[in-house]
C-alpha cells in the first residue's frame, strides 16, 4: 500500500493544502513548530481513525473553525481508495471510502496499516504500563475488526461500572447492576487478553531478532505478555473483588491493567535497564511490529517516523535508515544532514513553514 497524496482543510495550523507523496521516502524538514508533526498526525489519523496524540478532535480543528477535513488517496494493489474524514467541533467525525460513509471504525481496518514512531516512543520501555497497552491495542487495532469491538466493548464496560461504583455510595439499591457490568467485562476481556496473548507470544520472536542484530547478538531481549488476571479466573477475582472496588470506587482487576515486560538476561530493564538498553528495546519492537504487519497482511505498512533520528546514536540511526528501504516512509526532521551523511536516498524533499509545505525536489 501506498498513500499518493494527502490533502488538509483545517486542521490543525493548515487552512488548505494537498501534498503530493513518493512511493519512496518522504522528509519534511524545517524549524521546530513549523506543522510537520501535523502532517504525520492527519495521515494517521485519517489511516486509524485515532491521532497518535491521543488529541480530541475538536483539538485538531483550525482555531476559528467549526469544522477540518482530511482526504487521503491510497494505492492498495493497483486498486485506488479515497479516504474522507470530516472532523466537527460538536458532533462525531465523519469518515468515508470512495465517497460511501461508513458507519463505524472497524469497517476501516484492513484497508491500510501504519506504523508511527516518535521520540516519546523510545521511552515506552520505561514510561507507564499503559503506554504499553497502547502500543499493543494499536497495533491489533489495526490487524482484527474482532480485537477493536472486543476492546471497545470492554472499554465501554469498564467505564459503566467505574461510574456505578462511583454511584453506589448514593444509591446502594444499584447494586445488583454490579452483575450486568461484571458479566460484559468477563465476555469483552477474555477475548481482549487472548488475542494479547497471542499476539505477543508470536511478536515476541521477531523483536528478539532484530534486538539481537542490533546489539550484535550481545544481549538477548525476551519479550512476555503479564496478565493481571487469569483468563479464565477473571469472574471470580472480579467478584472476590468487589467489596474493595465499592470501597475504593475503581475496578481493581482486568486487561486495563495488563503489562509487558521486557528482560535481558533476566533483569527487567523497564526498571533496571539503562538508557540505551531501554531504547534499543523500544526500536526493536518499533521494527518488528514492521514485520509483523508484512507477514499478516501480505502488504507493506507506511512508516510514519517524527523527529526520531535526532534521538538516535549513529549506530541505530544508520541500522533504521538500512531497515526501511522499500517502505514508503514519511520523516519529520529539522535538516536533512543525518540523511546526506548516511548516504540515504531522498525521493520528495519538502520544507515546512508557518503551515506552509513547499516540494523542493
Given at each position: 500500500?501506498?498513500?499518493?497524496?494527502?490533502k488538509l482543510?483545517?486542521?490543525?495550523?493548515?487552512?488548505e493544502?494537498?501534498?503530493?507523496?513518493?512511493?519512496g521516502t518522504?522528509?519534511?524538514?524545517?524549524?521546530?513548530?513549523?506543522?510537520?508533526?501535523?502532517?504525520?498526525?492527519?495521515?494517521?489519523l485519517?489511516?486509524t481513525?485515532?491521532?497518535?496524540?491521543?488529541?480530541?478532535?475538536?483539538?485538531m480543528?483550525?482555531?476559528g473553525?467549526?469544522?477540518?477535513h482530511?482526504?487521503?488517496?491510497?494505492?492498495?494493489?493497483d486498486?485506488?481508495?479515497?479516504?474522507?474524514?470530516?472532523l466537527?467541533?460538536?458532533?462525531?467525525?465523519?469518515?468515508?471510502i470512495?465517497?460511501?460513509?461508513?458507519?463505524?471504525a472497524?469497517?476501516?481496518?484492513?484497508?491500510?496499516?501504519?506504523?508511527?514512531?516518535?521520540?516519546?516512543?523510545?521511552?515506552?520501555?520505561k514510561n507507564?504500563?499503559?503506554e504499553?497497552?497502547?502500543?499493543?491495542d494499536?497495533?491489533?487495532?489495526?490487524?482484527?475488526t474482532?480485537?477493536?469491538?472486543?476492546?471497545?466493548?470492554?472499554?465501554?464496560?469498564?467505564?459503566?461500572?467505574?461510574?456505578?461504583?462511583?454511584?453506589?455510595?448514593?444509591?446502594p439499591?444499584?447494586?445488583?447492576?454490579?452483575?450486568?457490568?461484571?458479566?460484559?467485562?468477563?465476555?469483552?476481556?477474555?477475548?481482549v487478553m487472548?488475542?494479547?496473548?497471542?499476539?505477543?507470544?508470536?511478536?515476541a520472536?521477531k523483536?528478539?531478532?532484530?534486538?539481537a542484530?542490533?546489539t550484535g547478538?550481545?544481549e538477548?531481549?525476551?519479550?512476555t505478555y503479564e496478565?493481571?488476571?487469569?483468563?479464565?479466573?477473571?469472574?471470580?477475582?472480579?467478584f472476590?473483588n468487589?467489596?474493595?472496588?465499592i470501597?475504593?470506587k475503581?475496578?481493581?482487576?482486568?486487561?486495563?491493567?495488563d503489562?509487558?515486560?521486557?528482560?535481558?538476561s533476566?533483569?527487567?530493564?523497564?526498571r533496571?535497564?539503562?538508557q540505551?538498553?531501554q531504547?534499543?528495546?523500544?526500536?526493536?519492537?518499533?521494527?518488528?511490529?514492521?514485520e509483523?504487519?508484512?507477514?499478516?497482511?501480505?502488504?507493506?505498512p507506511?512508516?510514519?517516523?517524527?523527529?526520531?533520528?535526532?534521538?538516535l546514536?549513529?549506530?541505530?540511526?544508520?541500522y533504521?535508515?538500512?531497515?526501511?528501504?522499500?517502505?514508503?516512509?514519511?520523516?519529520?526532521?529539522?535538516?536533512?544532514?543525518?540523511?546526506?551523511?548516511n548516504?540515504?536516498?531522498?525521493?520528495?524533499?519538502?520544507?515546512?513553514?508557518?503551515?506552509?509545505?513547499?516540494?523542493?525536489?
Amino acid at each position: 500500500m501506498i498513500i499518493e497524496s494527502v490533502k488538509l482543510n483545517n486542521f490543525r495550523n493548515y487552512e488548505e493544502m494537498e501534498i503530493p507523496l513518493n512511493p519512496g521516502t518522504n522528509i519534511f524538514h524545517g524549524k521546530n513548530a513549523q506543522g510537520k508533526t501535523n502532517i504525520l498526525e492527519a495521515v494517521y489519523l485519517c489511516g486509524t481513525t485515532r491521532s497518535h496524540r491521543q488529541a480530541k478532535d475538536r483539538e485538531m480543528i483550525r482555531f476559528g473553525e467549526e469544522e477540518a477535513h482530511i482526504r487521503m488517496q491510497l494505492l492498495k494493489r493497483d486498486n485506488p481508495y479515497r479516504i474522507d474524514m470530516h472532523l466537527k467541533k460538536s458532533r462525531a467525525k465523519g469518515i468515508a471510502i470512495n465517497a460511501v460513509p461508513i458507519r463505524r471504525a472497524s469497517e476501516l481496518v484492513g484497508l491500510g496499516t501504519f506504523v508511527f514512531f516518535s521520540p516519546e516512543d523510545l521511552n515506552i520501555i520505561k514510561n507507564s504500563p499503559a503506554e504499553r497497552r497502547r502500543f499493543l491495542d494499536m497495533h491489533l487495532c489495526q490487524m482484527s475488526t474482532h480485537y477493536l469491538q472486543n476492546l471497545s466493548g470492554y472499554q465501554k464496560a469498564l467505564l459503566q461500572r467505574n461510574h456505578l461504583l462511583k454511584d453506589l455510595s448514593f444509591h446502594p439499591e444499584y447494586l445488583d447492576t454490579l452483575d450486568v457490568w461484571d458479566a460484559q467485562l468477563v465476555r469483552y476481556g477474555t477475548a481482549v487478553m487472548r488475542e494479547r496473548q497471542k499476539f505477543v507470544s508470536q511478536f515476541a520472536e521477531k523483536v528478539r531478532k532484530v534486538h539481537a542484530s542490533l546489539t550484535g547478538e550481545r544481549e538477548e531481549l525476551v519479550l512476555t505478555y503479564e496478565n493481571n488476571v487469569g483468563i479464565f479466573s477473571f469472574a471470580e477475582q472480579l467478584f472476590e473483588n468487589r467489596q474493595r472496588d465499592i470501597r475504593m470506587k475503581i475496578t481493581s482487576c482486568g486487561p486495563h491493567r495488563d503489562d509487558l515486560s521486557f528482560l535481558i538476561s533476566g533483569v527487567d530493564i523497564r526498571r533496571y535497564g539503562s538508557q540505551g538498553q531501554q531504547r534499543t528495546a523500544a526500536l526493536s519492537a518499533k521494527l518488528a511490529q514492521i514485520e509483523m504487519f508484512r507477514e499478516k497482511t501480505q502488504d507493506t505498512p507506511v512508516l510514519l517516523l517524527d523527529d526520531v533520528l535526532s534521538e538516535l546514536d549513529s549506530d541505530r540511526q544508520h541500522y533504521l535508515l538500512n531497515s526501511i528501504e522499500n517502505i514508503q516512509t514519511l520523516i519529520t526532521c529539522t535538516g536533512v544532514e543525518d540523511f546526506i551523511e548516511n548516504r540515504f536516498p531522498i525521493d520528495s524533499l519538502f520544507l515546512v513553514n508557518d503551515g506552509n509545505v513547499l516540494k523542493e525536489s
